[in-house]
């Protein structure tokens, strides 16, 4: 329950870098952000500093590195103690 | 080898947005160099170099991208009299000859790495290689497509190089030309089943895909 409140939220700030809304629709947590859900790697700097503002966070650049799928943020969020 | 990178200046940011992504890509000593681009320009001039370098190096070894580890030393303005805006759906090029650019040098470790970035009206494009020189060598080319999709801008920067390819290596029959990925998603390309020897980059954002090839 508590992991689906985070997927929605998470789901949510992808939004905004995402143009085409059937993606967002099927975001699952092992979609890449680049491949499957077309988020350019211009963007994830944006995504990052979203979640960021978003959460009250810091993300490292090492974090960063390992945001490849949804559930890579998933996780990186939790480890940051992030609660929805 | 040999890195490109192309970036739309299609997304909208607020001030203290782009004051936080320049930040997040460039030290201070690059911020420094920087300074006289407007913040649109400064944002995507940054990247392009910083995701070119990281296309470089990613061919060879498995590396994490963070951008501020390769550090952009020297950035300066090269005139002519030919303006690149004048993009017409299409531009295939060998060199940057006759056009006006902005030459780049950047320090990775022990490495200098040099590159050339073009600013067209509606996207930046940059390339990098080893030796200052041999950027004038370059085969390079942008086409812009309709679609937006990854799938599509993947598949439309493989046929648009292989198209060029086939020109630069006078192969008769397009068809032998391909491009397979490896383990890595590194497209190779290979003739009659044989990988070849030679070092390309492609890259696509929004609406634009670009290839170099050296």
Partial sequence: ?84 | MIGNDIVTFTKQRSKERQRKYQDRILTKEEQLLFKNFDNKVKIGLAWSIKEAIYKYFARAQDLLFIPKNWNIVELFSVSSTKNVNDFNGKFVKQGFENLSHFATRIQSSNRQIFGKTLIFENFIYTVVTDERSKLDKIYWGVLEIDSVLYRDQSKAVRCFAKEQFSNIFSVANIQTLQFRSDEKSVPNLYLNNIQLNCFFSFSHHTHFVAYAWI
């Fill in chain 1, 1 to 84: 329950m508590k992991d689906e409140k985070l997927f929605e939220k998470v789901k949510e700030l992808l939004a905004s870098n995402i143009d085409d809304e059937s993606l967002i629709q099927n975001m699952e947590l092992d979609s890449s952000l680049t491949k499957d859900l077309d988020i350019n790697s211009a963007y994830i700097i944006d995504v990052v500093l979203d979640f960021e503002e978003a959460f009250g966070i810091e993300i490292s650049d090492d974090m960063v590195t390992k945001m490849e799928t949804v559930e890579d943020i998933m996780n990186i969020l939790k480890s940051l103690k992030v609660t929805v």
